[in-house]
């Protein structure tokens, strides 16, 4: 049998990854003391790696296939040497980039980056995103000793460093360490991404990998989406579909067999409870809400 090599990330994306695929039908499981993982679709090897690790071994060759934030294709420079799927944005907490900030003590005289001339040379910058960092400021030309963080990067500053640049979502964690942010270096989401020559050359592992593809990003564009069905009388269709389009409903609607009209609406779940008592006003019968799980357009 055929078989698909997938690294799925280790860490902080790893529950909301596995939780993705589930949405998509497709589980996976394994043991603590193990890299390899088990999966219901026998076609799949899924292998848990650290997402820093994953980019490289898709573009080597060693992976088929993989997910990994953007941040960590930029670091290992493979960008070009990989075959971009999708952009799956999602994250630890929310389902929006995450970015990669310059932040700094809250009493340093640091309020832009090109205020870290002004700090004694050569400033020291700690991070876990070394060569983006490096690329960064050599943009902006800024010479700094940019040292690899091994973790607790928050903690280093400004015993150990001037500045450092963190990964963050909310700011919660740097501003409980008292560190101000000064720039973002770069944002970033999770992509799902294949060797270029594996994908171009095998049909059946490219097939495999454009139906994961499909099927993830479906999963994330249904994430907070609601489908409403309901019927109505001929008289009532006018002002039900003017209540549909003000609250940016995607809707079908087609007669049905009793002289009355079905409708069928996908809408952000944050509007339900402003949609369903106009729905009533207006007349709308046999309303139904469910969660949307997939969604294609």
Known sequence: MKQ?????????????????????????WGS????????????????LLRPQEIPNYVAKGNLDCGLAGWDWILENRCDGEIKLLTDLCYSKRSFRPV????????????YEVQDLKNVKQPVRISTELRAVTEDWLSKKGIIADVMFSWGATEAKAPFFA????????????LKANKLRIVETVTESTTRFFANKPVYMEDEWKRRKMNDISLLLASCLKAEGKDSIRFSAGKDNIDALIETLKSNA??????????????FEAIADRSSIKDIIPILIRNHAKKISVAAVEMLYE
């Not at 902080?12 to 589980?27: N, R």
């Not at 001037?162 to 964690?173: F, H, K, L, P, Y």
């Not at 809707?251 to 079905?262: A, I, M, S």
């Open 32 to 47: 603590e003391r193990s890299l390899w993982l088990d999966s219901n679709d026998a076609e799949l090897k899924p292998v």
């Open 4 to 28: 698909l090599l997938i690294g799925i990330p280790k860490g902080s994306l790893e529950q909301s990854t596995i939780a993705l695929f589930a949405k998509a039908g497709i589980k996976l």
């Open 249 to 262: 409903a995607q809707y079908t609607v087609c007669p049905d067999n009793n002289g009355e009209f079905l």
């Open 162 to 173: 001037d500045a450092i640049v963190e990964c963050t979502e909310t700011g919660s964690s």
């Open 99 to 110: 970015r990669w900030v310059l932040a700094v003590p809250e009493d340093s005289p640091v």
